[in-house]
């Protein structure tokens, strides 16, 4: 990179496109909180939920040590809460640099991460009704194992979509 693009603040693509999912996912926590009554902090915490039991049960299918491991890991991040991500993008800029991470990196794995884990859900739910509808049902596993796992991903990056949008409270 050169040294006049190092300090360029100028929006690029995944500036735009994580602003845009931040604002999808703003007005799904309004619709929630319109549509139940209860605060969009209940629909973070069962997205996060919804990673790990994702994450639990691809790995109990696949019988896997390190996704195993990252349930617990996972389990971890849903009962600690949330408090020692940055919420200020300047603050995750900071954050990103002190690791030696490259500018943007938790922009990029946030995208790739939620759109990765959409099409992986797709594919895996596809899979399991053609299995389903074939009749070999040997195959069921591998798809729901997929679904599970590319659940996992997307409610993950839509948590933390969430957790990045300042929500006013819900109308008694």
Known sequence: MALEN????????????????IFLHERIGYFWQDKTGKPADNLKSGFYSTSWFGLTVSGLIYQSPILLTSSVIS?????????????????TETLTSQMGLPA??????????????GALTL??????AVV?????????NEGFAIASFGASGFAF??????YHTDFRPPKK
Do not use: H, M
Not at 123 to 128: E, N, Y
Not at 132 to 140: E, F, H, P, V, Y
């Open 6 to 21: 190092k300090f360029d603040n100028k929006p690029n693509k995944i500036d735009l496109i994580d602003e845009r999912l």
């Open 75 to 91: 389990l971890a991040y849903v009962a600690f809460g949330q408090s020692f991500l940055p919420k200020d993008p300047s603050e």
């Open 104 to 117: 943007k990196s938790f922009k990029y794995f946030g995208a790739i991460n939620y759109f990765c884990g």
């Open 123 to 128: 594919c895996g739910l596809a899979q399991t």
């Open 132 to 140: 389903i509808l074939s009749g070999d049902r040997d195959l069921t």
């Open 157 to 162: 990056s839509s948590a933390n979509y969430l």
